[in-house]
């Protein structure tokens, strides 16, 4: 323990009245290196305002843009057995879901929804990949299926918003068996008649891609998403070639067919609201009405 930092340096502080400045007061971006002041990042849904560069954004963040008022019914989380593995790293896995469920507020890495999105009721699942990559375990997978099922129940469509690493190794071939789980509950909703919309996020990899977040009906992707099984450097160690510029982003997945649109955040509740009528063949919402044009004042030669 050093005690000049940990005893000394706050003693002064306190006594020179110096406030500590939070670290996360700005934010870098990461295509220019602009300073953007993390309150007017957060106005803006976590999109920098002058690269358009789509950050990675909270479970909780994304609800509240996506719900209309930001008013949602949060699903109860899911009880499943805790580290069935004994799982051991270079720390317990036991250790690991405790400091993430303490630093992120979450049960895990999913969080479900229910509520409106531009008038229209849907059942939103969302990652969250500030808690362990947003990885795929039997929490998550769990969560993932009662989400179809409340959506089923409710006679309404489901969107996801996938963002993960994969499939969660502390969980070994129990994370895995996630993959055909979720299948399946995705097959039990089209076989339901209604809509799975799938609106992909930075990042969506591994097994996460290669199940539910490549099953939906319509596939959106925001900007510049990395949206692949294998990583860039892990296909190029494999094949020994350099892959194309923009090789896996959303951009070059749209142009190759993966995917259906490439729709910037602010534009996905709209986007994704409109698509839902259509399927649910329900009527356009009416417009609001235009306030009357202000009177134009008479001259006075043309009033005599």
Known sequence: M??????????INSMLGRREVPEN???KCPETGE????????????????????????????????????????LPAPKVPQDPLKFRDSKKYVDRLRENRTKTGLEDSIVA?????????????????SFMGGSLGIAAGEAIIQAFEAAIARHCPLVMFPASGGARMQEGILSLMQLPRTTVAVEMLKEAGLPYIVVLTNPTTGGVSASYAMLGDVHLAEPGAEICFAGKR?????????????????????????????VHRHDIPATVARLLRIFLKLDAPEPMALPAPAAEPVPAEAAE
């Not at 050093?2 to 003693?11: H, L, Q």
């Not at 690269?51 to 209309?68: C, I, P, T």
């Open 234 to 262: 892990v296909i190029e160690q494999t094949i020994r070639e350099k892959l194309p510029e923009g090789f896996q982003t959303s951009e070059y997945l749209l142009d190759h067919g993966m995917i259906d649109m490439v």
């Open 25 to 27: 007061l700005w934010i």
């Open 2 to 11: 050093n005690w000049i930092t940990n005893y000394v340096r706050p003693k």
């Open 113 to 129: 929804a229910h509520g409106t999105m531009q008038g229209v009721e849907i059942v939103a699942c969302v990652h969250d990949f």
């Open 35 to 74: 300073m953007v002041f993390h309150n007017d990042l957060e106005e803006n849904h976590f999109v920098i305002p002058a690269s358009g560069y789509h950050m990675k954004m909270s479970a909780e963040a994304r609800l509240k843009h996506v719900f209309d008022e930001g008013k949602y019914e949060l």
